[in-house]
């Protein structure tokens, strides 16, 4: 069948890898290219395995690098304290790697199958399932986000009007006003997909969780040579920053703060005011500030949910449809391993498309679920918010290098 997915990132690009043997399929991404930038994740759990299946695992290690560990540092420069990375290496099975976000896609596209038609610039605003729906929606005054006549949403904003599509197949909407009809349309455009409102009406804003990041690439040889294979972490309150040698001659950096946690605009990068805000962590972070770019990554630290994951022929995946949070730090893990899960229920269930898609519910949702719910338990632990909370992590670290502490502690981030 014709499949559309929405998003070319991690989850776009691992379920086309496992839908194209099978089916025709289509990836839509808004960016003009690969994305670049990005910042280190750690890359474990059912992802990891599932990358081991599809058979791209050692594209994506080829990418990766294990760290010695982590160097906590204080404002005047000095080191406050050091977790290793052997426990938790060792407790995963070897199946641990730190890789940049844009490696893994990168990876992806290296094993991506020719059949698979990728797009590049391609933004979409909105989706259409048939008209009898399109002719309900209007009936009522209201309209499904980029689609049907022009009118007023619930939100305030004006709705577009948009071209019929052909009853019985989804169709996604461009914003060149193209539609382009499917026998499928997946949304993979990530926390903030447009689509997850028209699956799960009610829950298409994101879940704000009081913490927002920002984060850039940059060279400089002799800070990466310091660095060597530690990153480094401040131990700082409500603010905090990570820095690490990306290689020999690049150095990432990522500045996390707390935030009003009812904020749900995407924020501006601005480099002026992270400066502002950040200088004085630490004299290597303030080195690093002096390179700040006009334009790097920076949003809000958010999740999201949908009691549904999937209306007619359309779903959601990965962060669309469960994303746990940077900070939880299985983000590209679950996209990967939920892109592999949906595939498999739609070449188990054959032509019962919806079948394939309740059951890729079933199957996934506790998974993904128990991640967004660790995730938001111990976003806290990363970022401080009073002296106490940071003479207690001090004194936990300290306690994770008595005997057999370090392996049990490792045991638990990797079952979470």
Do not use: N
């Amino acid at each position: 069948m014709d499949i559309t997915i929405v998003g070319g990132g991690v989850c776009g690009l691992a379920l086309a890898h496992e839908l194209a043997p099978d089916h025709r399929v289509t990836v839509l991404e808004s960016s003009p290219g690969p994305r670049g930038g990005g910042y280190m994740i750690d890359f474990f759990g059912p992802g990891f395995l599932a990358a081991e299946r599809m058979g791209v695992i050692e594209e994506l290690r080829r990418r990766g690098h294990v760290f010695d560990g982590v160097r906590y540092g204080l404002p005047d420069g000095s080191t406050s304290g050091t977790i290793d990375a052997a426990p938790l290496v060792k407790a995963a099975g070897g199946r641990y790697f730190s890789i940049l976000r844009p490696e893994v896609e990168l990876g992806l596209l290296a094993q991506l199958p020719e059949s698979v038609d990728l797009r590049y610039g391609v933004r979409v605003v909105g989706v259409r399932e048939d008209e009898t729906r399109d002719a309900e929606a209007h009936d009522t005054g209201t309209c499904e986000p980029g689609t049907g006549d022009a009118g007023t949403r619930e939100d305030g904003t004006e709705g577009t009007a948009t071209p019929d599509a052909a009853p019985g197949r989804p169709a996604v909407i461009t914003a060149e006003g193209e539609v382009l009809e499917s026998d499928l349309v997946v949304a993979c455009d990530g926390v903030r997909s447009p689509l997850r409102e028209h699956v799960a009406p009610g829950h298409g804003r994101i879940l704000p969780m009081g913490y927002r990041a920002a984060s850039y690439l940059f060279d400089d040889a002799q800070l990466a040579h310091e660095l060597g294979q530690r990153m480094l972490m401040t131990d700082t309150i409500q603010r905090v920053g990570w820095l690490y040698a990306a290689d020999a001659e690049q150095v990432g950096v990522m500045f996390t703060e707390r935030v009003d946690p009812h904020d749900t605009e995407r924020p501006s990068a601005d480099p002026e005011r992270l400066r502002r805000r950040f200088t004085g962590l630490h004299p290597q972070l303030d080195r690093a500030l002096e390179h700040a770019p006009d334009t790097f990554y920076d949003d809000l630290v958010a999740q999201s949910y949908a009691p549904r994951w999937s209306r007619g022929r359309i779903v959601l995946a990965g962060d669309a449809a469960h994303a746990p949070s940077l900070l939880a730090g299985q983000g590209a893990s679950l996209a990967i391993a939920g892109a592999e899960a949906l595939a498999r229920s739609l070449r188990a269930t054959g032509p019962h498309v919806e079948a394939g898609l309740a059951e890729y519910e079933r199957r996934w949702r506790p998974t993904a679920d128990a991640v967004r719910r660790s995730g938001r338990l111990s976003a806290s632990a990363f970022i401080p918010a009073t002296t106490l909370q940071l003479r207690l992590q001090q004194v936990a670290r300290r306690a994770i290098g008595l005997p057999g502490v370090s392996r049990l502690l490792s045991r638990q981030f990797i079952a979470a």
